[in-house]
């Protein structure tokens, strides 16, 4: 790690650790919709009301319970009905995850178009780890697509740092540098300070531990096999990883040769469950 991106990490882990830099907060809608699901008296109701309140997120929500991957044999018209099938836990895990979209936005333009491909990148591997875990694990798959869509959570901080050091935002190379640093262990951070269930928490810096040791197939593995897949083919440095040395695919039981590997067949229930999350 060069001097300069050593200084600037241990800026940012200062300004963390003193409370100049804030750890972002969940939308109220999605911090309401976690409190409803932690309290085993609530309703399907209650949670009606609580998500009822936001009108793009009802909306949302409806698009998700007809998507091809759920749908059932009636289209679903209306929240209670979206409620009724998908149940309180699934509903409170893509309602959190839909809910963050709008942390991914900012005044700076070159902030903004940062966020929004961090935001389109983790919605594609999001959906990705919908179609592995269903396939694949006895996992949740409502669980593994809030895992995808934060799995790059750390990055929130580090880029309102760069928004107030204009010298840093103009650096890319730095600045990527010290997000692919940075992004796991305050990604933890933000997702333990958010009371995430820990299965999810440690997320952000498991997934790219590739010769990560684990009794079975877990959340942190779903997401590797995801993020290389999308990577797969690209100039991302990612797409030069060996596969081979990726202990995640043995435990979801899949060909670390993911070329010539069963893909295909689920590759329009990928794209449905990406477009279930666009």
């Given at each position: ?29 999605a911090l309401r ?17 609580v998500i009822g ?226």
């Amino acid at each position: 790690m060069s001097q300069l991106v050593e200084k600037v990490s241990q800026d940012i882990i200062a300004a963390l650790e003193s409370d100049q830099l804030v750890l972002p907060t969940l939308p109220e809608v999605a911090l309401r919709v976690r409190e409803v699901a932690e309290d085993p008296d609530a309703s399907i109701s209650q949670m009606g009301k609580v998500i009822g309140s936001d009108a793009a997120l009802t909306a949302r929500l409806i698009k998700v319970a007809n998507s091809p991957l759920l749908r059932g044999s009636r289209e679903i018209n209306d929240l209670q009905m979206a409620l009724a099938r998908l149940g309180i836990e699934y509903i409170c895990n893509i309602a959190t995850g839909l809910a963050m979209s709008q942390m991914f936005q900012a005044t700076s333009d070159l902030v903004d178009k940062r966020l929004r491909e961090v935001w389109n990148r983790s919605s594609e591997i999001a959906g990705i780890c919908h179609v592995m875990c269903k396939h694949r694990t006895k996992l949740r798959p409502d669980q593994a697509t809030l895992a995808g869509l934060v799995h790059r959570i750390g990055v929130l901080p580090i880029l309102t740092y760069a928004e107030e050091n204009p010298s840093l935002l103009r650096d890319s190379f730095t600045l990527d540098t010290v997000i692919e640093a940075l992004n796991g262990p305050i990604g933890d951070r933000i997702l333990k300070h958010w009371a995430f269930p820990d299965p999810l928490i440690h997320i952000p810096s498991q997934h790219v531990q590739f010769d990560r040791v684990a009794p079975e197939a877990d959340y942190a593995d779903i997401v590797t096999v995801a993020v290389l897949q999308s990577y797969m083919g690209s100039n991302h440095p990612l797409a030069s990883v060996d596969y081979s040395t990726v202990t995640a695919f043995a435990r979801l039981g899949l060909d670390s040769d993911m070329e010539n590997a069963e893909g295909d067949d689920l590759s329009a229930e990928m794209e449905a469950a990406m477009a279930m999350l666009q």
